[in-house]
Nanobody, 123 residues
């Protein structure tokens, strides 16, 4: 059973960088052909894809966030990390890490989710 657990600060100030880590158990982040992704949900809105890092280490990002997003991984520790620069109150929401066995369908491709972590950006 694959499990994902987000960790990181629940409160950041505007202009700061958000760093969230997703630790994976029950499966390797280098296993073919999975995509390890970050998704968020602002209050009262739908899910928004942030980006992914693939089993091979390749990355892809939402064009709307690409300029201030990076995703990296620590394969010995089986975890991956999101960094989102220049946070604003509009970045407030619940942040999820997740796994998808492919990325053709986007968020609907996800088969395992973390429980989510709430991030609030103060102005």
């Amino acid at each position: 059973q694959v499990q994902l657990q987000e960790s990181g600060p629940g409160l950041v100030k505007s202009s700061q960088t958000l760093s969230l880590t997703c630790t994976v158990t029950g499966g390797s982040i280098t296993s073919n052909y999975y995509y390890w992704t970050w998704i968020r949900q602002p209050p009262g809105k739908g899910l928004e894809w942030i980006g992914y890092i693939s089993y091979s280490g390749s990355t892809s990002f939402n064009p709307a966030l690409k300029s201030r997003t990076s995703i990296s991984r620590d394969t010995p520790k089986n975890r991956f990390t999101l960094e989102l620069l220049s946070m604003t109150p509009e970045d407030t929401g619940v942040y999820y890490c997740a796994r998808a066995p492919s990325w053709g369908g986007g968020i609907v491709s996800v088969d395992y989710w973390g429980q989510g972590t709430r991030v609030t950006v103060s102005s």
